[in-house]
C-alpha cells in the first residue's frame, strides 16, 4: 500500500490475534486498561488511540461475544469525551 503524502509504502497493521508483540491480556474492562495504557504514547489523536485499542480488544478477546459497549464506561476508562469514543466505533464498525 502507498503512502501518498510520502510516495514511500505502508506496513500493513500488525494483527494483535497472532503477532507476538501483543501479549495476552485479560478479559473484560482489567484488559482494556492494560491495552490503553500500552497503546497511549503512540497517539496524537483520541480518536485513534480509542480506535486502535478497541480493534485490538476485540481481536485479542479482551471483550467476550456480544459484550455491551457503553459509551460513556469507555469515555471514563480512555479519559476522553465520548465524541472520540464514537468516532471511534463508528470506524470500527465500518471495517
Known amino acids: 500500500m502507498s503512502n501518498p503524502r510520502t510516495g514511500g509504502t ?3 497493521a500488525p494483527d494483535p ?3 507476538p508483540a501483543f501479549p495476552p491480556v485479560p478479559e473484560g474492562e482489567a484488559g482494556l ?3 490503553i495504557a500500552r497503546a497511549r504514547p503512540r497517539f496524537r489523536t483520541a480518536t485513534a488511540l480509542v480506535h486502535d485499542t478497541m480493534r485490538t480488544a476485540i481481536l485479542t478477546g479482551t471483550f467476550a461475544p456480544g459484550t455491551a459497549l457503553r459509551q460513556d464506561t469507555l469515555a471514563e476508562a480512555f479519559d ?3 465524541m472520540p469514543i464514537r468516532e471511534a466505533l463508528r470506524q470500527l464498525e465500518a471495517e
Open 10 to 12: 505502508l506496513d500493513p
Open 33 to 35: 486498561h492494560k491495552l
Open 17 to 19: 490475534a497472532t503477532d
Open 80 to 82: 476522553v469525551s465520548r
